[in-house]
T-cell receptor
Framework: ETGVTQSPTHLIKTRGQQVTLRCSSQ?????VSWYQQALGQGPQFIFQ???????GRGNFPPRFSGLQFPNYSSELNVNALELDDSALYLC?????????????FGPGTRLTVL | DAKTTQPPSMDCAEGRAANLPCNHS???????VYWYRQIHSQGPQYIIH???NNETNEMASLIITEDRKSSTLILPHATLRDTAVYYC??????????????FGKGTSLLVTP
């Protein structure tokens, strides 16, 4: 069983640029969530996708957007990058079923905005 | 989702049991207790979850008090590889509006030789 993978592992961008981060869900999972983790903090929920539709969003501005594809892979897009967007971005997949919805995380993409 | 309170840090000697407490006094009847851990620079890892009965798996045991206002994660024989930040999260398993995990700051566990 293949776990959650993310690409790239590291990325450096400059302020004002746009970035796309990618995630491949664990086989058989139908839900993907994205989190932002600033240095020294716990992960913060950005949004979740279920069957290609956004299904919950945290306190992040619209310049954070996402997509989920039919094969359950996903992208996180961030426009107009700001210095505070520097963080570890985590993708988590899960199979939602009665009473259970553990999330399985990928290794993350480390984004640095200069 | 109910708020949780965890000590910021704990130490444990290798080979001994690590007992990580979590207070969740405002937990409601349909909320589960989840535990995740995050080893430095890696993604969080699911450990265990429970509703009201004690649970055990290959990684850990979860003890939930009868009133469900607190719980303890037990690593029976801690190893150096168990050094990580441990997060206690309380929430419903799923809702129609999605289900975010609210990680908080967690407990930084240091296992020493």
């Amino acid at each position: 069983e293949t776990g959650v993978t993310q690409s790239p592992t590291h990325l450096i961008k400059t302020r004002g640029q746009q970035v796309t981060l990618r995630c491949s869900s664990q086989s058989g999972h139908n839900t993907v969530s994205w989190y932002q983790q600033a240095l020294g903090q716990g992960p913060q929920f950005i949004f979740q996708y279920y069957r290609e539709e956004e299904n919950g969003r945290g306190n992040f501005p619209p310049r954070f957007s996402g997509l989920q594809f039919p094969n359950y892979s996903s992208e996180l897009n961030v426009n107009a990058l700001e210095l505070d967007d520097s963080a570890l971005y985590l993708c988590a997949s899960s199979l939602v079923r009665e009473g259970r919805a553990e999330q399985f995380f990928g290794p993350g993409t480390r984004l640095t905005v200069l | 989702d109910a708020k949780t309170t965890q000590p910021p840090s704990m130490d444990c000697a290798e080979g001994r049991a690590a007992n990580l407490p979590c207070n969740h006094s405002t937990i409601s009847g349909n909320e589960y207790v989840y535990w995740y851990r995050q080893i430095h620079s890696q993604g969080p890892q699911y450990i265990i979850h429970g509703l009201k009965n004690n649970e055990t798996n290959e990684m850990a045991s979860l003890i939930i008090t009868e009133d469900r206002k607190s719980s303890t994660l037990i690593l029976p024989h801690a190893t150096l590889r168990d050094t990580a930040v441990y997060y206690c999260i309380v929430r419903v398993p799923y809702s129609n509006s999605g289900y975010a995990l609210n990680f908080g700051k967690g407990t930084s566990l240091l296992v020493t030789p």
